[in-house]
């Protein structure tokens, strides 16, 4: 709906938080690489909450300003996978009802967690008993810059757990966007993560599970007549707080992508060399494998739209 300058516009149903400065279009694509940054790989996999949204947005002399507030359920599990598996860098998202596995688990927690995570579940009785929530403000300064502030809180009980051993998971984190419009098809846009999930019971010593968590990229792209290039930095790390999963599940990493595509018509060609550099020690005692790993990638993908 718009009026005089205003607009306002809702939206309800299984949606991805408007976080991503990396995807476009209601099919949530990435628009300059295959594959999204740390951020937003996480984003896609584990929060993407049943929600009602309502945006508004307004123009204030050659300022334009818009706020975002939803509520949410469906989510209370949203940092299982960041805390057991680590950061990830990959396309795939989640979808309804679908479970994600998880890799060997720590020896105090191995039988108080299933080998497994729904994404999309609410832990505790009922629909929407704690219902979450997450909130967006975006600037467009008369100048070409667009500078976004988010809140995500999904407000489960750390305690509650389902007769699978699903635990809730309060996972709270904020993110800063700018994008930059450099000119002459040149663009850098710029995410930062910072969050905090909790789970399990609270003692002497502390809750179980206390993970916080951090995460950005710098992304500079150039767009020619029928196609582009793009170049991104990653930088992730997590620190592990709980009683009784420690530092030793700790993981510090980067990343570097590169990418180009290009158009003919209605399919778009692109082709990416990404490589993944993270450190996690408990790699060696649960996996048999070094604490540092390292992976090179290089792919290609065609795209096609009608």
């Known amino acids: ?57 307004t123009t204030a002399g050659d300022h334009q300003l818009s706020a975002t507030g939803a ?84 407000r489960a009980d750390p305690e509650a757990v389902n007769d699978d051993l699903e635990w809730g998971w309060r996972t709270q984190f904020d993110n800063l966007g700018i994008a930059a419009d450099l000119g002459g098809g040149n663009q850098l846009k710029l995410q930062a993560l910072t969050g905090r999930t909790r789970m399990g019971d609270s003692d002497a010593t502390g809750i179980w599970i206390d993970n916080r968590f951090r995460a950005a990229f710098v992304l500079a792209s150039h767009r020619f007549t029928n196609g582009g290039i793009a170049a991104r930095i990653d930088a992730f790390d997590s620190r592990q707080h709980g009683s009784l999963v420690d530092a030793e599940s700790n993981e510090t990493g980067w990343a570097a992508t590169l990418a180009g595509h290009r158009e003919f018509g209605p399919v778009t060609a692109f082709v990416e060399l990404l490589h993944v550099s993270s450190k996690r020690e408990d790699r060696h005692e649960h996996l048999g494998l070094a604490a540092r790993q390292r992976q090179t990638s290089l792919q290609a993908q065609l795209r096609a739209h009608w």
């Open 1 to 57: 709906m718009r009026a005089s300058g205003h607009r306002i516009s809702v939206r309800a149903g299984l949606l991805w938080p408007p976080i991503s400065l990396e995807h476009q279009g209601a099919d949530w694509h990435v628009a300059d690489t295959i594959t999204p940054s740390a951020i937003n790989s996480w984003i896609g996999e584990e929060v993407r909450p049943l929600a009602l949204e309502l945006t508004g947005s």
């Open 71 to 154: 509520i949410l359920a469906a989510n209370d599990t949203a940092g299982t996978l960041l805390s057991f598996r680590g950061w990830a860098l990959h396309d795939r998202t989640t979808l309804a009802f679908r479970r994600q596995p998880l890799p060997p688990l720590p020896e105090p927690i191995e039988y108080d967690q299933p080998r497994f995570t729904h994404p999309l579940l609410d832990v505790e009785p009922g629909f929407a008993h704690r219902p979450g929530y997450y909130a967006k403000l975006s600037w467009q300064p008369p100048v070409p810059v667009r500078i976004e502030l988010f809140r995500y809180d999904n």
